[in-house]
T-cell receptor, first 113, second 111 residues
Framework: DGGITQSPKYLFRKEGQNVTLSCEQN?????MYWYRQDPGQGLRLIYY???????QKGDIAEGYSVSREKKESFPLTVTSAQKNPTAFYLC????????????FGDGTRLSIL | QKEVEQNSGPLSVPEGAIASLNCTYS??????FFWYRQYSGKSPELIMS????GDKEDGRFTAQLNKASQYVSLLIRDSQPSDSATYLC???????????FGQGTELSVKP
């Protein structure tokens, strides 16, 4: 089935540790996005990529890093510089054209140990 | 700063009633508008897209767009308890294919 797969579903981070969240899609979409959602809040854009080997910062990129080496993969690293990482992280991809909707994976819930 | 505003709710309606969810946006150049449904603890699910002024119907859902007033709404007819969720309004940013999301409106449908 075509879709977006995020892993793991739950992740725990220790102080000073970097963790990487996986996002894979088999929809052949060029554009991919990472969002953060805090309880009772909307979605805030962390990073996005419109094409392989290129990505741009979103509204809250500090403390995060990404790579886009393959079309189907867009991993997000939450670094130790992100002091408040506890949140629900959502990966999305968009079909062809700027006006196409985005579709989401099931999300990764990150907590601090 | 481009913004999308929604009433945070919660909006409570009895089963069988019409639920009306509203959204305003600041960027006059926006061309595409979306409604997502998000159940508690789950990821957002696209339920409606609308691109031109007027109404678009899909089953019990109707999206309404008024670009002159910068207003988009979602009507849910014959509301069911299974419609209880948070509804997110999203508007495209003319640059880069990004979406700008509202804070979401929590809907509760009481049996």
């Amino acid at each position: 089935d075509g879709g977006i797969t995020q892993s793991p579903k739950y992740l725990f981070r220790k102080e000073g540790q970097n963790v990487t969240l996986s996002c894979e899609q088999n929809l052949n979409h060029d554009a991919m996005y990472w969002y953060r959602q805090d309880p009772g809040q909307g979605l805030r854009l962390i990073y996005y990529s419109q094409i392989v080997n290129d990505f741009q910062k979103g509204d809250i990129a500090e403390g995060y890093s990404v790579s886009r080496e393959k079309k189907e993969s867009f991993p997000l690293t939450v670094t130790s510089a992100q002091k408040n990482p506890t949140a629900f992280y959502l990966c999305a991809s968009r079909g062809e054209g700027f006006t196409a909707p985005q579709h989401f994976g099931d999300g990764t819930r990150l907590s601090i140990l | 700063q481009k913004e999308v505003e929604q009433n945070s709710g919660p909006l409570s309606v009895p089963e069988g009633a019409i639920a009306s969810l509203n959204c305003t946006y600041s960027d006059r150049g926006s061309q595409s508008f979306f409604w997502y449904r998000q159940y508690s603890g789950k990821s957002p699910e696209l339920i409606m897209s609308i691109y031109s002024n007027g109404d678009k119907e899909d089953g019990r859902f109707t999206a309404q767009l008024n670009k002159a007033s910068q207003y988009v709404s979602l009507l849910i007819r014959d509301s069911q308890p299974s419609d209880s969720a948070t509804y997110l309004c999203a508007v495209n940013d003319n640059q880069g294919g990004k979406l700008i999301f509202g804070q979401g409106t929590e809907l509760s449908v009481k049996p």
